[in-house]
């Protein structure tokens, strides 16, 4: 079983840059396939990105290709995203998520286990 953590939210003007964190517990955190979701109000939770065990594979969402950058680091437990060029409607609680998958996968319901998320603001 593994705890998930997630850090770094926060306001940020249109054009912005922040880098998010989830902080992982638990000994087993380099063979989950690891991924990133993000709610907006009102709207239903999405994919965002993903990033295999070893980072060997990564995916993103298309409206965050190029400017969304996932990697993590087995040694510290850790998963990041960094976002740049945000745009206001980059606005919404971001969650980081773990699954047992050896594939990347985008569905909520394939995921096991989530941290508690993290809002970032963007404002135009």
């Known amino acids: 079983q593994v705890q998930l953590v997630e850090s770094g939210g926060g306001l940020v003007q249109a054009g912005g840059s922040l880098r998010l964190s989830c902080a992982a517990s638990g000994r087993t955190f380099s063979t989950y396939t690891m991924g990133w979701f993000r709610q907006a109000p009102g709207k239903e939770r999405e994919f965002v990105a993903a990033?295999?065990?070893?980072?060997?594979?990564?995916y993103y969402v298309d409206s965050v290709k190029g400017r969304f950058t996932i990697s993590r680091d087995n040694a510290k437990n850790t998963v990041y995203l960094q976002m740049n060029s945000l745009k206001p409607e980059d606005t919404a609680v971001y969650y980081c998520?773990?699954?047992?998958?050896?594939?990347?996968?985008?569905?909520?319901?394939?995921?096991?286990?989530w941290g508690q998320g993290t809002q970032v603001n963007v404002s135009s």
């Open positions: 998520a773990a699954t047992v998958l050896f594939r990347l996968v985008t569905g909520i319901d394939e995921y096991d286990y």
């Open positions: 990033i295999s065990w070893n980072s060997g594979r990564i």
